[in-house]
T-cell receptor, first 111, second 117 residues
Framework: NAGVTQTPKFQVLKTGQSMTLQCAQD?????MSWYRQDPGMGLRLIHY???????DQGEVPNGYNVSRSTTEDFPLRLLSAAPSQTSVYFC??????????FGPGTRLTVL | AQSVTQLDSHVSVSEGTPVLLRCNYS??????LFWYVQHPNKGLQLLLK??????LVKGINGFEAEFKKSETSFHLTKPSAHMSDAAEYFC???????????????FGSGTRLQVQP
């Protein structure tokens, strides 16, 4: 099993550009989440999904969209990038309990 | 609502001495609690978890944590620090939304552990 994979590993955007961060898992987990990590703030939940076709907002959803068309994939879309979205983004999946498995992260810089 | 407070943002110990990383939590439900470790420029790895079984939880690499409901604490300990333990550690409480089925984690702000030779 590859576990949770994320692409790209690094990305630089200009203000106003859009992009999609990819996340995939091969563990057949129902639950998937996106977090952002900023210095001194731990990880904060952006969006989550409890199954294909079902998504909901987390703690810091503004400026981000998600969709879940399959169990395996959970892409995160930045609609119009802003410098405040410079962060490290982690995708996670869970088999339905509370333990979550994290991907390696995407480091995003918005100029 | 739930929250997690890690009482120290930075802890420095000498190699071979004990490690104590402190965590207090608040939760409306019977919580599930976790400690995750993040080495520099890496993802997060689960160290250990408490899910209402034994209150003393053993994890990987010699770490353990004790759930104390009366003190709402879940401190992480290790008898003898190793250089490879230098990393950032996150205390985490699980959120279980009864109405939405939400499964998400609330993270503490992290404790950076430095191990001196």
């Amino acid at each position: 099993n590859a576990g949770v994979t994320q692409t790209p590993k690094f990305q630089v955007l200009k203000t106003g550009q859009s992009m999609t961060l990819q996340c995939a898992q091969d563990m057949n987990h129902e639950y998937m989440s996106w977090y952002r990590q900023d210095p001194g703030m731990g990880l904060r939940l952006i969006h989550y999904s409890v199954g294909a076709g079902i998504t909901d907002q987390g703690e810091v959803p503004n400026g981000y969209n998600v969709s879940r068309s399959t169990t395996e994939d959970f892409p995160l879309r930045l609609l119009s990038a802003a410098p405040s979205q410079t962060s490290v983004y982690f995708c996670a999946s869970s088999p339905g309990g509370h333990e979550q498995f994290f991907g390696p992260g995407t480091r995003l810089t918005v100029l | 609502a739930q929250s997690v407070t890690q009482l120290d943002s930075h802890v420095s110990v000498s190699e071979g001495t004990p490690v104590l990383l402190r965590c207090n939590y608040s939760s409306s439900y019977s919580p599930s609690l976790f400690w995750y470790v993040q080495h520099p420029n890496k993802g997060l790895q689960l160290l250990l978890k408490y899910t209402s079984a034994a209150t003393l939880v053993k994890g990987i690499n010699g770490f353990e944590a004790e759930f104390k409901k009366s003190e709402t604490s879940f401190h992480l300990t290790k008898p003898s620090a190793h250089m490879s333990d230098a990393a950032e550690y996150f205390c985490v409480v699980s959120d279980h939304g009864e109405d939405t089925g939400r499964r998400a984690l609330t993270f503490g702000s992290g404790t950076r552990l430095q191990v001196q030779p």
